[in-house]
């Protein structure tokens, strides 16, 4: 199966000018293939950044699901029934678009679990960009060789190998991290009874997030 990383890089390598490709490996094909790695790298930079801004600025939507079970169909099909819910950067919670009436305490808890969920889907992004940037180092190693390698299967053995390496170890800190954001929600849910529907988090959930981070990659 091809990585997603794999993907975009060979995209990448596909939007080279014909001239690019008809030509002998020599040392304009090379410049040329690191002007394409260097736009890219750029481009993996500004939007993730852009990402990041968006979460501390933007209403933290909660009512998608964390989940990580086998079950996960019918879970979408039970939360596809409740309304929209979000905290906004304030602490406000706003169900189907509307506030809902907040003492300081609650208020409080809301920007705790908002900070809690932005902390993991940081170190998300955080985790895709060093990924992205490994995937289009592990081509400018070789890009000399992008050509041959892209025919034989070599590049995205390679690419492959570099993102399993990243991505595994840091999907699994994560995994570490959902404890603390089920305590959290559990006592949120208590305290305000509005959120107590999108609190749908387990237990379990951090050795089912560990299972499927495994699962996935062992298919690799």
């Excluded at 690019?20 to 690191?34: D, L, Y």
């Excluded at 998608?64 to 099909?77: A, M, N, V």
């Excluded at 390698?149 to 995205?156: D, F, P, Y």
Aim: proline share 4%; net charge neutral.
């Amino acid at each position: 199966m091809k990585s997603a990383a794999f993907s975009i890089i060979a995209a990448l390598a596909l939007g080279l000018s014909p001239v690019a490709w008809s030509a002998p490996p020599q040392e304009g094909v090379r410049n040329e293939v690191r002007r394409e790695l260097a736009d890219a790298r750029q481009e993996i930079r500004t939007e993730l950044a852009n990402a990041r801004a968006e979460l501390e600025t933007e209403n933290l939507d909660v009512s998608e699901s964390l989940q990580f079970g086998r079950d996960g169909r019918r879970k979408r099909d039970r939360d596809a029934k409740l309304p929209s819910a979000a905290i906004t950067p304030r602490g406000d919670f706003l169900v189907d678009g509307r506030a809902v009436a907040l003492d300081a305490n609650q208020r409080q808890q809301l920007l705790a679990y908002r900070g809690l969920v932005i902390e993991i889907a940081r170190a998300g992004i955080d985790l895709g960009e060093v990924t992205a940037l490994a995937a289009v180092d592990a081509v400018d190693r070789g890009a000399f060789r992008l050509m041959l390698s892209a025919m034989t299967g070599s590049l995205e053995r390679r690419i492959e190998r570099t993102v399993r390496q990243t991505v595994e170890p840091g999907a699994l800190q994560i995994c570490a991290r959902m404890p603390a954001l089920h305590a959290a929600e559990q006592q949120l849910a208590t305290d305000l009874p509005a959120f107590r529907p999108y609190a749908r988090l387990e237990a379990r959930e951090a050795d089912a997030c560990r299972d499927e981070v495994r699962r996935s990659f062992a298919s690799r």
